[in-house]
Nanobody, 122 residues
Framework: QVALVESGGGSVQAGGSLRLSCAAFGYTYNYYMACFRQAPWKEREGVAAIGGGSTYYADSVKGRFTISQDNAKNTLYLQMNSLQPEDTAMYYC??????????????????WGQGTQVTVSS
């Protein structure tokens, strides 16, 4: 079993930055890890993923968001810079052994955190 706990959400003005953390509990070696987001009335959207030595990003966040992981701490990070109001959403981390090659597809992930809210004001 894998448990994921997100932290680091909050409110920020446009142009600001936030860093989300996702602590993983349980055996996650070789798991693909990802961050998704869901705004009200919208489908869950893949934002960034990491695994197999590679990173993957949605076009909407390329150049602004960076995903990384600290294996010693079993923690995933999402550094979000140049935030815009359209980035406002609940952000979730997710884990899967079988996501590849569909790294940003929510249905490929079977472990999910509880989410953390990110609100960006203009």
């Amino acid at each position: 079993q894998v448990a994921l706990v997100e932290s680091g959400g909050g409110s920020v003005q446009a142009g600001g930055s936030l860093r989300l953390s996702c602590a993983a509990f349980g055996y996650t070696y070789n798991y693909y890890m990802a961050c998704f987001r869901q705004a009200p009335w919208k489908e869950r959207e893949g934002v960034a993923a990491i695994g197999g030595g590679s990173t993957y990003y949605a076009d909407s966040v390329k150049g602004r968001f960076t995903i990384s992981q600290d294996n010693a701490k079993n923690t995933l990070y999402l550094q979000m810079n140049s935030l815009q109001p359209e980035d406002t959403a609940m952000y979730y981390c997710a884990a899967s052994l079988r996501a590849f090659p569909f790294m940003l597809t929510a249905t490929k992930y079977n472990y999910w955190g509880q989410g953390t809210q990110v609100t960006v004001s203009s």
